[in-house]
């Protein structure tokens, strides 16, 4: 009898030591306005998931007006050139060849350069070890005089703290 009830005792201390997954939705830009509030608390994959789609879609950062100058100060992030924090977003996306080569340059997209991003909207979604991102920017090449939309939405698991892609949605919309 003392066997049936140390089994299950145990049982029931396994069941409540689990812990909850995290699930939770950040929208973070809407509409093309910040949303600070929404980066409070925000884990260290976000962050990094952030940083690397702020560093592929955003110009560089010589005035505080743009969303991602706002984004990058309201995270404490100075210099995203820095080593450190170039080594998180390639920590993070290590399985991703593509991203890692377009990071090879710092600011990838010139203040001053003929191509010139807005970020309209932000959104990270997190269930459990799957995290997903949906950014849309709205871009325009002064040079050519084209623009265009993009919104892309790509799903990850966060397997031994990196993203490994399962899934990638796009929508290009060119408005010339």
């Known amino acids: 009898?003392?066997?049936?009830?140390?089994?299950?005792?145990?049982?029931?201390?396994?069941?409540?030591?689990?812990?909850?997954?995290?699930?939770?939705?950040?929208?973070i830009v809407e509409k093309g306005n910040l949303k600070i509030e929404?980066?409070?608390g925000i884990k260290t994959p976000e962050k990094a998931l952030l940083l690397g789609y702020l560093y592929l879609y955003g110009n560089e950062c010589a005035t505080t007006e743009k969303i991602k100058c706002k984004l990058l100060k309201a995270l404490k992030i100075e210099d995203e050139c820095k080593k450190t924090n170039i080594k998180l977003i390639k920590k993070w996306f290590k399985r991703d060849i593509i991203k890692i080569l377009k990071m090879q340059k710092c600011p990838n997209l010139s203040d001053k350069g003929a191509i010139q991003n807005k970020i309209e909207k932000i959104r990270i979604d997190r269930k459990a070890d799957t995290i997903q991102m949906t950014i849309k920017v709205i871009g325009m090449n002064t040079a050519q005089e084209k623009n265009w939309t993009i919104e892309q939405t790509e799903t990850f698991i966060i397997q031994e703290e990196a993203f490994t892609k399962i899934k990638k949605n796009i929508s290009n919309k060119a408005n010339n």
């Open 1 to 27: 009898m003392k066997k049936k009830s140390l089994i299950i005792i145990l049982m029931v201390f396994q069941i409540s030591c689990k812990t909850e997954p995290e699930i939770y939705s950040h929208k």
């Open 38 to 40: 929404e980066l409070q």
